[in-house]
């Protein structure tokens, strides 16, 4: 009987063992199976996080490029006004303002320098920017080939560029009408080529030694009416410092002649030259300045004019 219980017992184990080895062969594919499909699932949601965090980071930098495109565009396009603000446009308004130069409802004083640039215009430069003035440089072709980087300085400053010719040499520039169109063109091309401005005309024009009188009176006139042709104006000048009236100015001779020519004008174009003998039109300067400050007079270039 015990042999009989003994028996029993051990088919019962024998069973119980084999119920246990079949649950466990189920269970643990089954854990195999579940772990598998939590890694899979893990990995699937990684993959996706990180194609996700890598479509945000790439629609970021696209933006980033879009934007940065903007800013460049809108950059250039802001240089571009900034350039074309600076090359004189004649228009009708331009003509009649020119026309009426010397009238004006509130005082305004034109501060023109002839005939450079020279060793001179670098002092007239320095003091019309400590003194935030803007003036016109009527310059000659000739000196312009000899100090470009002057002009461009001159143009960067903010400076209206004139026409003054080429040569000054009465009897070449006046020995024709056309010649004075031609030395107008010859003047403009060296402008352009020193400021880097293939577009650049002042329109404005200043006859060597003035438009009225002289020898050369009909050739002047006639010249005109090429120059208007060609949409270039002229202008002289109501007021001046005398500096090229005796060949050793003092200031204090252009000071007097300043105060004499200028009176009690409302709109005053005065003449000046910044020619390399004419050192002490530098040196009056400021004193020419602040007098005309004292009058009251606004200070204007050419860009107010042509338009
Ligand atoms: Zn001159």
């Not at 930098?61 to 940065?68: G, M, S, V």
């Not at 020279?118 to 935030?132: G, R």
């Not at 270039?232 to 060949?247: K, S």
Request: glycine letters at 4%; a negative charge.
């Amino acid at each position: 009987m015990e042999k009989f219980l003994k028996k029993t017992y051990v088919a019962q184990k024998s069973e119980e063992e084999q119920v246990d080895i079949k649950i466990v062969l189920i269970i643990v594919p089954i854990v195999i199976l579940i772990v598998a499909i939590i890694f899979i699932i893990i990995n699937i949601v990684r993959i996706e996080n990180e194609k996700k965090e890598q479509e945000i980071y790439a629609k970021q930098i696209a933006e980033q490029r879009i934007k940065e495109e903007q800013i460049k565009i809108e950059k250039e396009k802001e240089e571009e006004r900034k350039r074309q603000e600076k090359i004189p446009k004649l228009t009708e308004q331009g003509r009649q303002n020119i026309e009426s130069i010397y009238s004006s409802d509130t005082k305004r004083v034109f501060l023109t320098f002839d005939d450079g640039p020279s060793t001179v215009t670098p002092t007239i430069l320095d003091i019309l920017k400590e003194q935030n003035i803007l003036a016109t440089f009527f310059v000659l072709g000739s000196r312009v080939e000899q100090m470009p980087d002057m002009v461009k300085r001159i143009y960067e400053e903010g400076h209206y560029i004139a026409n003054h010719g080429y040569s000054h040499v009465y009897s070449s520039i006046y020995s024709t009408p056309e010649m004075v169109l031609n030395e107008y063109n010859q003047c403009n091309d060296a402008v352009k080529n020193a400021i880097g401005v293939p577009e650049y005309n002042s329109h404005l024009f200043r006859y060597p030694g003035g438009y009225a009188g002289g020898p050369y009176a009909t050739i002047k006139a006639q010249a005109k009416d090429i120059l208007s042709q060609n949409d270039i104006l002229y202008v002289d000048w109501n007021a001046l410092t005398g500096d090229a009236e005796t060949t050793k100015p003092t200031i204090e001779f252009e000071m007097q002649r300043l105060q004499e020519t200028v009176g009690n004008k409302n709109s005053a174009v005065i003449l000046m030259h910044d020619a390399q003998a004419k050192k002490v039109t530098a040196e009056a300067l400021p004193q020419i300045i602040s007098y005309l400050k004292e009058q009251g007079y606004e200070f204007k270039n050419f860009y107010s004019i042509i338009k």
